[in-house]
């Protein structure tokens, strides 16, 4: 039933006793043994690194002490040890068990079949130790392998808590920069997320409102910070922008209501914060209190209204006598019609067409001289101006019949070239009117230099690319020179003995008041060319 044991290194200093032990070993049935034997512990172990040996017997004999037997042991890990004592002495036996050999038997007991299941069980044993002591290497091997995995896991993770402490370090830093960036600039920073409510304001804006940041934050914006009428505009244009996708709305002019009730006005520019889904997160809007712009902007305009008030009433007191002759004929004939009637009663003769022809050309002439009035009362009344979308082509039409008057009265042929299908302007149309008739004005003054059959003023409207409409005004007078013309847009710049010089700085401030231009072509003897220039209307106003 068990293993044959194939060699057997024996320890034995007494000849005797070697060939009993001998005899004993290789008579025992069964098994297969070679059987080698030494006198002494110094041969066994040189043997032991000659030859393989499943099992040392060893006679106490030839033991020695302790000490020696456990260098066996250490040196021979996988050979059986069989101790081969004198006499029973358990304490002993025990000690040299302790010591590393895995039986102990005394030379008494030694007979053949004792001896042979000690060596086999000795055998078996040490082969068991030594399956468990493999089995505990590849454990203890696998354990450090572990650990060592472990370790550099351990590691590893201490790297990214190391990083992940330095990102934060680094974000700290960062929003610590941007609070201070954002705190130090005079602009008004809000940010709102997607529902408007306000996520952030910076010092400025908190300075100007008079809330605090606490009293802000999770609030919509429209509910301290604008005014009841405007909240609507403000919920739209999020929603345009958050659910819709559009841009951000830029330069937008919106009241800003304080905490003290004042309201100002602010322009914003805004841009979006997507998350990482493309979904917009925040709006980030940055704001400039312009109201002081807004009211320079807006005494600047009453100022040019009242001046281009003074300049019309100063062109109707230069045309009075071209007026007065203009009203002068039809009032001469009312009255001559007038007069034929009473004649034409006073005899008797009564002829009731006749009297109806004269009536008629009465009220014609009237109507003629009424209308003459109603434009120089609406040329230089005083009421509110307004821009409103209108036909340029029907604002020179409007002036047609006073630029006429004075065509007239200097002699001058006037023309007028009306562009087809021209989109409306958005424009203070008394204003305009005023531009157009002191352009022609200026242009039939200038003429007065040429001979009449050359006077020749060209009233024409047009199309300047696709964002502006003109009003050309060319004449063929002296011309300019380039240096006068660098002049003439100079306040109180003129060549007139009773000039004012104001005329053309008011038309270029009431060009660019209205987000236009005037220019001048012109070469000496050739005439000029003004071109007064508005921009389309698009419909926002
Ligand atoms: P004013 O008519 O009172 O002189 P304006 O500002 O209207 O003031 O004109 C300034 C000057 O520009 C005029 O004095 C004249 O010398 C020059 N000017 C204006 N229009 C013409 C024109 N069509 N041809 C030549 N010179 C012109």
Request: hydrophobic content about 40%; some cysteine; charged content about 30%.
């Amino acid at each position: 039933m068990y293993a044959p044991l194939q060699r057997i290194l024996l320890v034995e200093p007494d000849d005797d006793d070697a060939r009993i032990i001998g005899l004993a070993l290789t008579g025992e049935a069964g098994g297969r043994r070679e059987v080698e034997r030494v006198r002494d512990l110094e041969a066994a172990l040189h043997r032991l690194r000659e030859a393989d040996f499943e099992v040392l017997l060893l006679s106490e004999r030839a033991a020695g002490d302790l000490r020696a037997v456990h260098r066996v042991v250490e040196m021979e890990p996988r050979l059986a040890v069989v101790m081969l004592a004198e006499e029973e002495d358990s304490r002993r036996h025990g000690e040299w068990v302790h010591a590393g050999v895995q039986e102990v038997l005394a030379k008494g007991h030694a007979n053949g079949p004792t001896l042979a299941r000690v060596l086999q069980y000795a055998h078996e044993r040490k082969r068991t130790e030594e399956v468990l002591r493999t089995n505990q290497m590849i454990l203890e091997a696998r354990i450090e392998d572990r650990t060592r995995h472990l370790q550099r896991l351990n590691e590893r993770l201490r790297e990214e808590i190391r990083q992940r402490e330095e990102v934060e370090r680094e974000l700290r830093r960062e929003s610590a920069f941007i609070a201070t960036v954002l705190d130090t600039v005079s602009a008004l920073v809000m940010v709102v997320d997607r529902q408007g409510r306000i996520h952030e304001v910076n010092r400025a804006l908190v300075e100007l409102c008079g809330y605090s940041r606490d009293d802000l934050r999770g609030r919509p914006c429209w509910d301290p910070l604008a005014r009841e009428e405007d909240r609507a505009a403000i919920e739209a244009l999020l929603e345009a922008v958050v659910q819709r996708g559009e841009d951000p709305p830029q330069g937008l002019e919106m009241p800003l209501l304080t905490q003290g009730g004042q309201v100002r006005l602010i322009r914003w520019d805004s841009a979006v914060l997507r998350d990482e889904g493309g979904q917009v997160e925040y709006v980030v809007a940055c704001g400039s209190d312009v109201t002081e712009q807004h009211r320079a902007k807006e005494r600047e305009r009453r100022r040019l209204l009242e001046l281009a008030q003074a300049s019309r009433l100063s062109t109707m007191g230069e045309m009075a006598a071209e007026i007065a002759h203009e009203l002068n004929q039809p009032l001469s004939a009312i009255a001559n019609y007038a007069r034929a009637g009473v004649m034409l009663l006073r005899r008797g003769e009564v002829d009731p067409q006749g009297l109806a022809r004269a009536f008629e050309e009465i009220a014609t002439q009237a109507q003629r001289g009424g209308e003459v009035i109603r434009r120089l009362r609406q040329f230089v009344g005083k009421a509110e101006l307004a821009r409103v979308p209108c036909e340029i082509n029907a604002l020179v039409e409007e002036m047609r019949r006073l630029i006429e008057i004075e065509a007239r009265w200097n002699q001058v042929r006037l023309e007028i070239e009306p562009a087809a299908d021209l989109p409306p302007v958005f424009a203070d149309r008394i204003l305009v009117e005023q531009v157009i008739l002191n352009l022609a004005r200026n242009a039939i003054e200038a003429m007065s230099e040429v001979a009449p059959r050359r006077r020749r003023l060209v009233l024409r409207t047009g199309r300047d690319h696709d964002d502006m409409i003109f009003v050309e005004v060319r004449d063929s007078g002296p011309g300019m020179s380039p240096e006068r013309m660098a002049q003439i847009f100079d306040r109180f710049f003129t060549t007139k003995e009773q000039g004012m010089g104001i005329g053309l700085s008011i038309c270029r401030s009431i060009a660019e008041s209205h987000g236009g231009r005037l220019t001048v072509e012109s070469r000496p003897g050739e005439g000029a060319c003004f071109r007064f220039l508005l921009p389309v209307w698009r419909g926002d106003g």
